[in-house]
């Protein structure tokens, strides 16, 4: 069984910094790609930003500039640097990892952390 483990996520003002980290339980799990993405109420989750085993990267153009995806393949941890932060980017944001834990390549999610934007 792998378990996404997420932190970071909290409240913070208008123009102010985040980390989100999210690492795999697992050791033996072979990782392709891993992604953040968010949801607010009444909305699709939407891909925020993703990164590939060799390191190409894909981000929403709301979050261009301003968010940094990076991820330590040894860790098997995935991060998302969020800075100029805007009220609109208040939403739930879940790690996804698309990898294979034996049984053949396929998502999976974390649980989500809330990040909250506001004055």
């Known amino acids: 069984q792998v378990q996404l483990v997420e932190s970071g996520g909290g409240l913070v003002q208008p123009g102010g910094s985040l980390r989100l980290s999210c690492a795999a339980s697992?050791?033996?799990?072979?990782?392709?790609?891993m992604g953040w993405y968010r949801q607010t109420p009444g909305n699709q989750r939407e891909l925020v930003a993703r990164i590939t085993s060799g390191g190409a990267t894909d981000y929403a153009d709301s979050v261009k500039g301003r968010f940094t995806i990076s991820r330590d393949n040894a860790e098997k941890a995935v991060y998302l640097q969020m800075n100029s932060l805007k009220p609109e980017d208040t939403a739930v944001y879940y790690c996804?990892?698309?990898?294979?834990?034996?049984?053949?390549?396929?998502?999976?999610w974390g649980r989500g952390t809330r990040v909250t934007v506001s004055s």
């Open positions: 996804n990892v698309y990898g294979n834990s034996g049984l053949g390549y396929r998502d999976y």
């Open positions: 697992r050791s033996s799990f072979s990782i392709a790609a």
